[in-house]
């Protein structure tokens, strides 16, 4: 038996409006509504005969696009449970998060597997490259081989085999989407990961608050490059056209002036190429783009004010404030955004279906439809979804940011707890002390991330090796963009590490 719950009925009603209607666009033409239920539904069927059960968690270590796209509504199709992992985080989260899953599946990138059965030349490719992805296969679980074939010494089952599935189609049962669908992890602990479980229930409801965004931008193309978008923008009605995130500004102009993209999605960093190019060269963005999506807390003034020298006069400016528990929390207009000089990050009013209270001591709170059902190592959640930001509400109904409640680096649209990481950099040979701080910096609009290492015998070329590919490393998006070595400040009584302190050291030091 196969379920459409609340993810699966957008594309089984566009299908029967308009089978032939592009979901993904590809190199070679796209991938229609009706090609992907067919394939998926293949998927879905071949699982099931392989003994995919109601809960199973499977895991997914595959680049976006079709067949991303495919796994993810064979196992939504199926009930199970899919959680998203990138293969570039750090080797003990990675063995942390595997043992708090326990999948029973594994769909891998037949690239990855390779070089994992190819040490030697591992080794070689990591001569070139800062950071190389890496991924072991999980006790017990059945591995799938996803893209191209590799000559591979072990024998996986091969994705392409499921989709060539042939047999008589399951039917389809009414699913209210209350089970849950997808597992996406956000930083917490070594121990304990955090990862956050929503249902088709709650993730339909931030696809409709998504879809009124682009009401007035319905023929529009959405340029992406995150996994989830493709889904959303399905949902939604609306194609999508798959961006490389590393495409180099005069490619990207090109880019979107042929593939004719009219949405764009990202944070600031992911602008900042493109602003700078724009500026030197003297041009606009393409006047086709007429939508731009920010989706990051803090948005500065300054940025946005640079932005919109380079956009079309048309070009309209959403910042989105949200998080993985709650996709979408306010929106305020960028233009608007950029003029706010009282003290604070305006983020707009809360959207339709999000209520906000602040706690007695500052922190956002937050409850919707929207919400995530619970964190994976937890078997409930509160009613109301404290965010770790601290704020208040203006006059106007406006969510004013002014800080964050915990140690905690925002870079790109990524969090980053120190703490995460702290202890497993004290296990680097000679490191006595590790501490990690942020400093926002005006011309990159986005924070700095620098690590404090203490102790005689330190060597700062040893500690990049190890955290990069060594038997310590981090997650490529902590890796630190300056290391320090130097004596860590204390405070208080309980000598807890100054952070203020080797800020101060940083500035004054002009590091």
């Not at 199926?78 to 080797?91: C, N, Q, S, T, Y």
């Not at 890496?134 to 191209?148: E, F, L, N, R, Y």
């Not at 959403?318 to 003029?339: A, F, P």
């Not at 209520?355 to 007695?360: E, P």
Request: aromatic share 8%; proline share 5%.
């Amino acid at each position: 038996m196969l379920y459409a719950g609340p993810l699966i009925i957008p594309l089984l009603k566009l299908v029967e409006s308009d089978p032939g209607f592009i979901v993904l666009y590809k190199g070679d033409g796209g991938l229609t509504a009706k090609e992907l239920l067919v394939k998926s539904r293949n998927v879905a069927m071949a699982l099931h005969l392989k003994g995919f059960q109601q809960t199973d968690v499977a895991v997914i270590a595959v680049q976006p696009g079709e067949e991303f796209l495919e796994i993810m509504y064979a196992v939504i199709m199926l009930r199970g449970k899919i959680a998203i992992i990138d293969p570039e985080m750090g080797r003990e989260n990675y063995r942390a998060k595997m043992k708090q899953l326990n999948p029973k599946w594994m769909f891998v990138d037949s690239r990855l597997l390779f070089l994992k059965e190819h040490p030697v030349l591992k080794a070689s490719v990591l001569i070139s490259k800062k950071m190389l992805p890496d991924i072991s296969t999980v006790k017990g679980a059945v591995t799938i081989s996803v893209g191209i074939k590799m000559p591979l010494w072990r024998k996986y089952l091969q994705f392409k085999q499921l989709l060539k599935t042939r047999i008589v189609p399951l039917d389809f049962a009414a699913d209210e989407g209350f089970s849950e669908s997808l597992v996406v992890y956000t930083s917490g602990t070594l121990d304990v990961p955090k990862g956050v479980v929503h249902t088709g229930k709650s993730l339909d409801a931030s696809i409709q608050c998504l879809g009124k965004l682009f009401e007035h931008n319905r023929n529009c193309i959405v340029g992406t490059y995150l996994p989830h978008f493709m889904m959303l923008g399905i949902a939604a009605g609306l194609p999508v056209k798959l961006m490389k995130p590393s495409m180099k500004p005069k490619t990207k102009i090109r880019f979107l002036k042929k593939e004719s993209i009219g949405i764009l999605f990202g944070p600031p960093t992911d602008y900042l190429p493109l602003i700078e190019f724009c500026e030197r060269k003297k041009l606009l963005i393409p006047s086709g783009v007429q939508h731009i999506m920010i989706g990051s807390a803090p948005v500065h003034p300054l940025f946005l004010k640079r932005l919109i020298r380079v956009l079309p006069a048309k070009t309209q400016i959403s910042c989105t404030y949200g998080m993985t528990e709650n996709l979408l929390v306010s929106v305020i207009d960028g233009r608007k955004k950029s003029q706010y000089t009282a003290q604070g990050d305006i983020l707009g009013k809360p959207i339709d279906g999000v209520h906000v209270y602040i706690a007695n001591d500052g922190e956002i709170c937050i409850k919707s439809e929207q919400a995530f059902k619970r964190y994976f190592h937890e078997t409930t959640t509160k009613e109301w979804h404290s965010t770790g930001d601290l704020g208040m509400m203006d006059e106007c109904n406006n969510i004013i940011l002014s800080g964050r409640k915990k140690e905690m680096i925002i870079r790109r649209n990524m969090n980053i707890y120190p703490s995460l990481y702290e202890n497993t950099i004290k296990h680097i040979n000679g490191v006595v002390e590790a501490a990690m701080v942020g400093i926002y910096v005006d011309v990159l609009h986005d924070e700095k991330v620098y690590l404090a290492v203490e102790g005689e015998h330190v060597d700062i070329p040893t500690v990049k090796k190890e955290l990069c590919n060594g038997k310590f490393n981090i997650d490529k998006e902590a890796l630190p963009d300056q290391i320090i070595k130097m004596v860590i400040p204390r405070k208080g009584r309980q000598h807890k590490i100054d952070r203020a302190g080797i800020i101060d050291y940083i500035q004054k030091n002009h590091l």
